[in-house]
């Protein structure tokens, strides 16, 4: 594969509500979809309190439509502050595994890896997914913008009613938000490739409970 890394001098966009939220025609994407019950709303509204008291402090309005514009604008080591304590934060509370957990049986994660594989090479390319108990974390890269958004969009409501059909249940699977980043270099790439690799035994869960794919490179 031919690795693309995000780029601020050449275009891109920022979607609010949507996944992804920074979408760049080419980049390697990290991105995270979660369960509905993954998080407590107690412990959500609590780090989205300490959120915006930190933006606040460093002179960004956290209700503004552009907050993560305002925030690539800090120095370096402010950003660094801000991804490292409430991205480490928040990826902790979901490997903390909070709610059903339907993911954790090996036959339900089955359907999101099946569902990501399925148009690998064709609509995207995808380096590396982990399926967690109650989350999903994957590298992948899209030629073009519209692919991305249409492409998790695709995927999220396709798993979700696969797996509400198994259960035999229905209403909201995933969270419609969550956490995505476009990868800045190859030295990230790889971060980021080892930080999936490694999410199941972190969150101390035997190899039955999460399903992982890494393509060789």
């Known amino acids: 594969m031919d690795l693309h890394f995000f780029d ?16 760049q025609s080419g980049v390697v994407c990290f991105v995270t979809w979660r369960t509905d019950d ?13 959120r915006r008291q ?3 402090q460093h002179g960004i309005n956290p209700i503004s439509r552009n ?19 409430f991205s480490k934060r928040w990826h902790d509370e979901l490997d903390a595994c909070h709610g059903a957990c339907v993911l954790r049986d090996h036959s339900n994660a089955e359907i999101v890896g099946n569902s990501l594989h399925k148009f690998d090479g064709d609509r995207y390319e995808l380096t590396d997914f982990i399926v967690m108990p109650n989350h999903v974390h994957l590298l992948a890269t899209f030629s073009v913008e519209a692919a991305t958004l249409e492409q998790c969009e ?12 198994k259960l035999v249940q229905s209403g909201r699977f995933w ?5 995505d980043h476009l990868v800045r270099s190859v030295e990230q790439f790889e971060h980021f490739r080892r930080y999936i690799a490694r999410n199941g035994i972190k969150a101390g869960l035997s190899p039955s409970e999460y399903l992982h794919y890494s393509k060789a490179m």
């Open 154 to 165: 695709s995927w999220k409501h396709f798993t979700a009613h696969q797996i509400n059909r």
């Open 54 to 56: 930190w933006l606040r």
């Open 67 to 85: 907050w993560r514009q305002q925030l690539q604008l800090l120095d370096i080591e402010a950003q660094a502050e801000f991804y490292q304590h």
């Open 175 to 179: 969270q419609q938000d969550g956490f």
């Open 38 to 50: 993954s998080i407590p709303a107690s412990v959500l509204e609590k780090w989205r309190q300490d």
């Open 8 to 23: 601020r001098n050449t275009e891109y966009t920022v979607i609010e509500r949507r996944l992804p939220h920074w979408v």
